[in-house]
């Protein structure tokens, strides 16, 4: 009987009302700590049905965090450039005494 919480701290609801990441109901996220022991296990076995049934159908579910993925993927790779551009800023400004962007001009 699990009566853990399912939470992965991705807290965002889809359209059908239920946590993109633990796939409970806003309801069951909001009240999860006045559920007795029963219902906590209740949630987490239908949830575990539903994630089975997913899987094995190879639902639309299983592509969504792929996709999640491929776009963080993009974004930190967005990120990392930018990083890079400014520590080589700074090096370059540190590389030169004195010498601030507005004295540079």
């Known amino acids: 009987m699990d009566s853990g919480n399912p939470c992965i701290g991705l807290c965002r609801f889809g359209g059908d009302g239920n946590c993109l990441g633990c796939h409970r109901t806003k309801a069951e996220v909001k009240g999860w700590k006045r559920l007795s022991d029963a219902a906590k296990a ?55 005494p004195g010498q601030t962007p507005e004295s540079s001009r």
């Not at 993925?69 to 700074?90: F, T, V, Y």
């Open 42 to 96: 209740a949630v987490n076995a239908r949830i575990a049905a539903n994630s089975r049934l997913g899987s094995e159908a190879g639902s639309a579910e299983g592509k969504a965090p792929r996709k999640r993925r491929r776009k963080l993927d993009r974004k930190i790779g967005k990120l990392e450039a930018k990083l890079a551009l400014l520590q080589a800023e700074r090096d370059r400004l540190s590389g030169r």
